[in-house]
């Protein structure tokens, strides 16, 4: 949905009408507020009460609903903005942050989008807001947000990857996998045992199935939890190949179809990528030992995830493609910029929108990876760091294609006594 902001007029009449579902107002942003925020936060996000309209943190604002006159310091908005991308909400959340003269004085204010893809969860829990009250959504609770999830879906206003898969039954699904390995890193151990939750619940609040009612596996359960996803989406599997030379014509030296559950090609994908890897090291003049590889382990790392995580699964049956050639590695997507990311701001810092936000929620939960929108920046640093040179980008309408070119020989060679 489109962003609504607030006008300063709505705003102060806000102010005046004091706390409410709608509203959550603090005077200042330290290690006393900042837990109660957050869960303010993550309750407009979810919206229970159902008002379709975005939530507003007020910071610098005393119960009264009367600015205090605080500094908003470009420190300040930085740390409200990491809320976004530290990975403690999941998926990643609508947030809009902003300095905003009120009533004469300056607050911050974080305005929360209710999300398309209820319920979301903050550090394992799924908070709610009645009134000017914040609690822990119930199952009966979360029944209501996952019904509400299921609106979204038949007005087509949720993304593709919550859409159950056609034919598909909840047999397609590792019922292992998901309770070993998903449910005790999605859910806060004290929640799960004070909440009780039956698998099926369990599936649904974590968006696997459709609903406890209507079992049927989501594209997200497939991409995750599924035996095949390949037989239920033509392109949830990475090909690579590794070619003799410099061009596609090239002999063909290995070749692998990667395929299963998410986390289980990564864990595949990372041994291939390894074992064709090679490195050198050397005494610097300090004494030290340098590493340097071809290619950086976490620059590819980071660079294939997030092919995975933003592929576009709905229209492109084509897989994840790897191309390494004697002086290169391609990584090709399909998927072309999605939401405010365009050719021209992409992999510029603060510039992300997910195509798959429940995918990319899931790799996190798995471990798969570490922040939002990070992972360009550190797959550049890993490369700088390396000496290799910067990765090159080139983004078109379908596709992304990301080449890193093999490290130069002369970051090979010990510096002269």
């Avoid at 199935?209 to 990475?238: D, F, H, N, Q």
């Amino acid at each position: 949905m489109t962003t609504p902001i607030y006008t300063d007029a709505e705003l102060e009449a806000m102010l005046d009408a004091g706390e409410s579902d709608l509203v959550e107002l603090k005077s200042a942003w330290n290690s006393h507020s900042t837990t109660k925020s957050r869960q303010a936060i993550y309750a407009f996000l979810n919206d229970f009460p159902g008002h379709g309209k975005p939530g507003v943190l007020f910071i610098g604002v005393n119960d009264q609903g009367n600015p205090v006159g605080i500094k908003v310091t470009d420190e300040l908005i930085q740390k409200l903005t990491a809320i976004k991308l530290d990975g403690r909400i999941l998926p990643p959340p609508s947030l809009v942050i902003e300095k905003r003269t009120l009533k004469g004085k300056d607050v911050a204010i974080v305005v929360a989008v209710p999300s398309d893809t209820p319920p979301v969860r903050l550090d394992g829990k799924i908070w709610i807001r009645v009134g000017t009250s914040r609690a822990i959504a119930s199952p009966q609770d979360e029944r209501i947000l996952n019904e509400r999830r299921q609106n979204l879906l038949f007005q087509r206003q949720a993304p593709f990857e919550l859409f159950p898969v056609k034919d598909a039954t909840l047999d397609a699904l590792d019922q292992v996998l998901f309770e070993r390995d998903y449910l005790p890193k999605a859910f806060s151990p004290k929640v799960s045992k004070k909440i009780k939750r039956n698998y099926l619940q369990h599936l649904s609040t974590c968006k696997m199935i459709g609903s406890a009612e209507l079992p049927t596996p989501t594209v997200l359960g497939t991409l995750v939890l599924g035996y095949e996803p390949m037989r239920w989406l033509g392109g949830a599997y990475i090909q690579f190949m590794k070619i003799e030379g410099t061009a596609l014509s090239g002999r063909v030296l290995d070749e692998a179809r990667i395929s299963g559950p998410v986390s289980e090609m990564v864990q595949k994908l990372d041994w291939k990528l390894a074992s064709h890897n090679r490195h050198t090291m050397f005494h610097q003049d300090d004494l030290q030992i340098k590493h340097v590889w071809d290619y950086p382990a976490l620059a590819l790392a980071e660079i294939t995830r997030n092919a995975i995580m933003h592929k576009e699964y709905e229209v492109a049956n084509a897989p994840v493609r790897i191309q390494w050639f004697d002086d290169r590695i391609e990584i090709i997507n399909g998927g072309g910029p999605f939401g405010d990311v365009t050719p021209e701001n992409f992999g510029q810092p603060g510039k992300v929108s997910y195509r798959n936000p429940n995918l990319s929620g899931a790799m996190l939960t798995l471990g798969l990876v570490n922040y939002y929108g990070t992972g360009i920046e550190l797959a550049q640093e890993a490369m700088r760091t390396n000496g290799s040179p910067p990765i090159e980008f080139d983004v078109q309408p379908t596709t992304i294609t990301a080449t890193l070119q093999k490290v130069p020989d002369s970051q090979k060679t010990p510096p002269s006594e």
